[in-house]
């Protein structure tokens, strides 16, 4: 069993920014892809980025350039700058990641962290 332990939200202006941490109970090298999505009220959880062992990460368009998604090996954890932040950018942020062991596919989900940009 993994769990995924989400910290570093907060309350930031328009045009700041923050680092969201991940944290994994197990090797963060087991879980493949590791992902960060979003859910602001009334609204549907969206992708927001994406990183795969051995590839580039990915970004939803409202992301790129301003967030960037990697993965800490000393910490063990996956994290999120996010840069020049909207207020659209506000929502409960959550981690997520597969893990395979041959046929067998297990996802996990954090608790999520909330993000509030606004003056």
């Known amino acids: 069993q993994v769990q995924l332990v989400e910290s570093g939200g907060g309350l930031v202006q328009p045009g700041g920014s923050l680092r969201l941490s991940c944290a994994a109970s197990?090797?963060?090298?087991?879980?493949?892809?590791m992902q960060w999505y979003r859910q602001a009220p009334g609204k549907q959880r969206e992708l927001v980025a994406s990183?795969?062992?051995?590839?580039?990460?990915d970004y939803a368009d409202s992301a790129k350039g301003r967030f960037t998604i990697s993965r800490d090996s000393a910490k063990n954890t996956l994290d999120l700058q996010m840069n020049s932040l909207k207020p659209e950018d506000t929502a409960v942020y959550y981690c997520?990641?597969?893990?395979?062991?041959?046929?067998?596919?297990?996802?996990?989900w954090g608790q999520g962290t909330q993000v509030t940009v606004s003056s």
């Open positions: 997520f990641a597969v893990r395979r062991f041959g046929r067998d596919v297990s996802t996990y």
């Open positions: 990183l795969t062992s051995g590839g580039s990460p």
């Open positions: 197990g090797s963060i090298f087991t879980l493949n892809p």
